[in-house]
């Protein structure tokens, strides 16, 4: 006899051998404590670049909210509870945007891309909330000299440099409250190539009461997308030149922040 879908409980392919496991979903039994992990060592810098240049990479319904400042940043994960302890490495390049759709506003941050080191949440992260991830290979990050050095690639072909350096300790007490984060999930339409299957507007909310700052500095940041040709990615090619392309007029600083807990992007809403 065929198998039915269960109600209520997240499927991934393959599904015919049941409901699967993941950030969002974790096997009977098994406790989950957001306030203790995951661990997160966080190296960020930022840079003022042309509007029109971020206009151009928004989606429709979507405009520039302030000053067109690129925040990438760097994101060492440990400790990961749907992961049994292990961990990974996220790369993840935004700016600040609003949306109006035909029902909701919103303003936050709109997520442009993310790499990941690691299958699992690249897979789980696409299919379940509509996260714009990509593989790279991430090397831990390097602390030498006072500056924080990290760096994302592919095969051998380094797309990414970032630094952070000349650092002092910030006052954890009132920090500022996190943007919303904006993402658009789109998903082809198969066999009609050039169609899509999917395509809608997700917030994650950035209020997140699990986590907390164990220590925060900040400094001099610097930020260096390498131009690639199509043979350097074959991929991805079209989203590492297309960062490269924007100038930086002006360096906003870096940061660096260890804390620990979250919510794993549990709370998730779909914008219409």
Not at 22 to 37: E, L, N, T, V, W
Not at 150 to 179: I, K, N, Q, T, Y
Request: a neutral charge.
């Amino acid at each position: 006899m065929a198998y039915r879908f269960e109600a209520g409980r997240i499927y991934r392919m393959p599904t015919h051998f049941g409901p699967a496991f993941g950030p969002r979903q974790m096997p009977d039994g098994i406790a989950a404590d957001p306030r203790s992990g995951p661990r997160r060592h966080s190296v960020a810098a930022r840079f003022l670049t042309e509007a029109a240049r971020l206009d151009a990479h928004l989606p429709e319904g979507f405009a520039l909210r302030g000053e067109p400042v690129v925040t990438v940043e760097f994101h060492y994960l440990t400790g990961i509870d749907w992961l049994a302890g292990r961990g990974y490495t996220m790369v993840q390049v935004s700016w600040p945007a609003s949306f109006s759709g035909r029902e909701d506003r919103a303003s936050g941050r709109f997520l442009a891309v993310i790499w990941e080191n690691l299958a699992d949440p690249i897979i789980t992260g696409r299919d379940e909330i509509g996260h714009p991830k990509l593989y790279a290979d991430i090397p831990p990050s390097r602390a030498w000299d006072g500056t924080h050095i990290c760096s994302a690639g592919w095969m051998g072909f380094r797309f990414l440099d970032l630094e952070v350096s000349g650092l002092r300790e910030v006052p954890l007490a009132a920090p500022a409250p996190p943007d919303d984060i904006l993402m658009l999930k789109y998903v082809p339409r198969t066999g009609a190539w050039g169609e899509g299957e999917l395509c809608q507007v997700t917030l994650t909310p950035g209020d997140d009461p699990d986590r907390t700052v164990d220590h925060r500095q900040t400094g001099a940041g610097r930020v260096r997308f390498h131009p690639a040709a199509w043979a350097d990615l074959p991929t991805m090619h079209h989203v590492v030149n297309a960062l490269a392309g924007l100038p930086v007029l002006e360096p906003r600083g870096g940061s660096v922040v260890r804390s620990r807990g979250g919510k794993s992007y549990r709370d998730q809403r779909i914008l219409r």
